[in-house]
């Protein structure tokens, strides 16, 4: 019996489904669930995770995650008005800038900058936090102007022009008038980019660090290493997605707003 | 006092020799125009004329590419100008309105008057709270743009202008982007302004309006002003063939 094209498609459909559901079933069965569940979530090793995860490693990710972002975004900033100048040196320094920065890995610099320029120069980092931080907020800079260019660029060029009609200079009317409309604008994006801070900071751990700057990805890896058992990773895992899943929906939130409000 | 120190303090407006081009396109081929205290000039033409480009060069917004703008004594042209000073005293009123979306209406009015002229807050409120009345809209003061409609939104911008106490007003098709029943409460606030003795320049293409309330009507095409004078004789009684064959298609239809 010859089928419509359509009824080969409903068939088709129902097959992947039935042997998706076998493969499921058929996995639940096979698996050794106890020998799995003790090496990767072990009731005993969960509970010794805290409050050490919290009080200590998921506040440190936190504080690299804040200065990362707040040096990020006045960089950030700054190289974008730079890129939008009228001055070229300005423009070509803002873009070289952000070329360099997003096209090396965030590991390199980090390496370079936190232990590169100290054996280059004797100089050392005065702080941990700062020997992380700056090297994450240089590199969340270069993606963060990007960010803050588009958005300037999606206010209406008759803003400024009303602005400075009014007798604004070109400062004064980039801060009363178009910058405010442009961060509404990328609220969004940079919710993104501070996840994307979250989940970077796990490489600062790189550097080395002392007891007290752990972060959340070494601690984990350290636990792993202690206990000879998965569980402090998976451990570690779930208080990222703690993180970033509250603001990944905030953003999704965010995005279905502006679409219905530009309907 | 000598004959040509009158004559500067009597022209609000001196064009002289004014050449605009965008890249190869050449928009404004030397323009002459001076408009003097309380004249109310309206500007026609057709569409890429280069009207609105002779407007936005009054304020500086487009940069001449020749030739010199004095705008109450000050050479805008002359690069030690301070820019930002001189358009203070130029009010302009656009097209798409450009309010601030972000600020109320009473806010939009108070806020150049506070960052540019140092005003208090009280005073800048104050200010914008009577030139709300005045363009009909007191009751406005705490709407957003957004909840304006758009013969609203324009005279909230006008009031804007106006809290600046501009010497010189420039219109750029203020009534262009307006639905046709909103169009009279704006040109109603342009016709009062101008029998109030405010100096305009009126880039226009409400015939009716330049007919009753210009003293001055100049017609541009190609760049050039082709002719120019009282509306008895530019709109009524036109010389120019390509003005007589402007006037016929934008009347007759």
């Given at each position: 019996m010859a089928l419509s094209k359509r009824q080969r498609a409903k068939y088709t459909r129902y097959a992947i489904y039935v042997l998706s559901v076998v493969a499921i079933v058929a996995m639940a069965l096979l698996v050794d669930w106890t020998r799995l569940s003790n090496a990767m979530f072990k009731w005993e090793i969960v509970k010794k995770q805290f409050p050490d995860i919290l009080t200590g490693a998921a506040k440190?990710?936190?504080?690299?995650?804040?200065?990362?972002?707040?040096?990020?975004?006045?960089?950030?900033?700054?190289?974008?008005?730079?890129?939008?100048?009228?001055?070229?040196?300005y423009?070509?320094?803002?873009?070289?800038?952000?070329e360099i920065f997003r096209g090396i890995p965030l590991l390199v610099t980090l390496l370079a900058l936190g232990f590169g320029i100290p054996i280059a120069t004797g100089w050392n980092w005065p702080n941990p936090y700062l020997q992380g931080a700056i090297p994450l907020a240089l590199v969340a800079s270069a993606y963060m102007a990007e960010t803050i260019r588009a958005g300037i660029e999606a206010v209406p060029k008759g803003q400024m022009e009303a602005a400075r009609s009014l007798g604004m200079s070109y400062p004064r009317a980039m801060i009363t008038i178009v910058i405010p409309q442009a961060l509404?604008?990328?609220?969004?994006?940079?919710?993104?980019?501070?996840?994307?801070?979250?989940?970077?900071?796990?490489?600062?751990?790189?550097?080395?660090?002392?007891?007290?700057?752990?972060?959340?990805?070494?601690?984990?890896?350290?636990?792993?290493?202690?206990?000879?058992?998965?569980?402090?990773?998976?451990?570690?895992?779930?208080?990222y997605l703690a993180m970033t899943l509250p603001l990944t929906q905030l953003v999704a939130y965010m995005e279905r707003r502006a679409k219905a409000a530009g309907k | 006092m000598s004959n040509e120190t009158i004559l500067i303090d009597d022209y609000v407006v001196n064009v002289t020799g004014l050449n605009k081009s965008f890249g190869s396109n050449h928009v404004l081929r030397g323009i002459d125009l001076h408009v003097q205290r309380g004249e109310v000039v309206c500007i026609i033409g057709p569409s890429g004329s280069g009207k609105s480009t002779?407007?936005?060069?009054?304020?500086?917004?487009?940069?001449?590419?020749?030739?010199?703008?004095?705008v109450l004594g000050r050479e805008l042209t002359h690069i030690d100008c301070d820019i930002d000073e001189a358009r203070t005293k130029i009010g302009m009123v656009f097209q798409q309105f450009n309010l601030f979306p972000h600020m109320t209406a009473l806010e939009n009015i108070a806020v150049a008057q506070r960052k540019v002229l140092g005003r208090s807050k009280a005073e800048a409120e104050m200010k914008g709270l009577q030139l709300l009345g005045r363009v009909g809209l007191t009751e406005k003061a705490d709407a957003y743009p957004g909840q304006l409609s758009g013969g609203q939104q324009q005279r909230v911008a006008i009031a804007r202008a106006l809290a600046m106490d501009p010497d010189v007003m420039l219109f750029d098709e203020a009534t262009s982007a307006l639905d046709p029943?909103?169009?009279?409460?704006?040109?109603?606030?342009?016709?009062?302004?101008?029998?109030?003795?405010?100096?305009?320049?009126?880039?226009?293409?409400?015939?009716?309006?330049?007919?009753?309330?210009?003293?001055?009507?100049?017609?541009?095409?190609?760049?050039?002003?082709?002719?120019?004078?009282?509306?008895?004789?530019?709109?009524?009684?036109?010389?120019?063939e390509r003005?007589?064959?402007?006037?016929?298609?934008?009347?007759?239809?």
């Amino acid at each position: 019996m010859a089928l419509s094209k359509r009824q080969r498609a409903k068939y088709t459909r129902y097959a992947i489904y039935v042997l998706s559901v076998v493969a499921i079933v058929a996995m639940a069965l096979l698996v050794d669930w106890t020998r799995l569940s003790n090496a990767m979530f072990k009731w005993e090793i969960v509970k010794k995770q805290f409050p050490d995860i919290l009080t200590g490693a998921a506040k440190n990710t936190v504080i690299f995650t804040i200065l990362g972002f707040a040096g990020g975004l006045s960089f950030g900033l700054l190289f974008a008005l730079m890129r939008l100048s009228t001055i070229r040196p300005y423009r070509w320094l803002a873009a070289t800038y952000i070329e360099i920065f997003r096209g090396i890995p965030l590991l390199v610099t980090l390496l370079a900058l936190g232990f590169g320029i100290p054996i280059a120069t004797g100089w050392n980092w005065p702080n941990p936090y700062l020997q992380g931080a700056i090297p994450l907020a240089l590199v969340a800079s270069a993606y963060m102007a990007e960010t803050i260019r588009a958005g300037i660029e999606a206010v209406p060029k008759g803003q400024m022009e009303a602005a400075r009609s009014l007798g604004m200079s070109y400062p004064r009317a980039m801060i009363t008038i178009v910058i405010p409309q442009a961060l509404r604008i990328i609220i969004p994006p940079l919710t993104n980019e501070f996840v994307l801070l979250i989940k970077d900071t796990s490489l600062i751990s790189v550097l080395g660090v002392t007891q007290a700057t752990k972060d959340l990805a070494r601690f984990g890896r350290d636990g792993v290493n202690s206990t000879a058992n998965a569980t402090p990773l998976i451990v570690a895992g779930l208080v990222y997605l703690a993180m970033t899943l509250p603001l990944t929906q905030l953003v999704a939130y965010m995005e279905r707003r502006a679409k219905a409000a530009g309907k | 006092m000598s004959n040509e120190t009158i004559l500067i303090d009597d022209y609000v407006v001196n064009v002289t020799g004014l050449n605009k081009s965008f890249g190869s396109n050449h928009v404004l081929r030397g323009i002459d125009l001076h408009v003097q205290r309380g004249e109310v000039v309206c500007i026609i033409g057709p569409s890429g004329s280069g009207k609105s480009t002779l407007l936005r060069c009054v304020n500086m917004l487009e940069k001449p590419t020749g030739g010199s703008i004095v705008v109450l004594g000050r050479e805008l042209t002359h690069i030690d100008c301070d820019i930002d000073e001189a358009r203070t005293k130029i009010g302009m009123v656009f097209q798409q309105f450009n309010l601030f979306p972000h600020m109320t209406a009473l806010e939009n009015i108070a806020v150049a008057q506070r960052k540019v002229l140092g005003r208090s807050k009280a005073e800048a409120e104050m200010k914008g709270l009577q030139l709300l009345g005045r363009v009909g809209l007191t009751e406005k003061a705490d709407a957003y743009p957004g909840q304006l409609s758009g013969g609203q939104q324009q005279r909230v911008a006008i009031a804007r202008a106006l809290a600046m106490d501009p010497d010189v007003m420039l219109f750029d098709e203020a009534t262009s982007a307006l639905d046709p029943e909103l169009v009279g409460d704006v040109l109603n606030v342009m016709k009062n302004l101008a029998e109030e003795g405010m100096t305009m320049l009126v880039v226009t293409h409400e015939m009716g309006f330049a007919s009753n309330v210009a003293t001055r009507v100049v017609f541009m095409d190609g760049g050039v002003i082709v002719e120019e004078g009282p509306p008895s004789q530019v709109i009524a009684a036109p010389k120019e063939e390509r003005t007589q064959s402007f006037l016929s298609s934008v009347l007759n239809h």
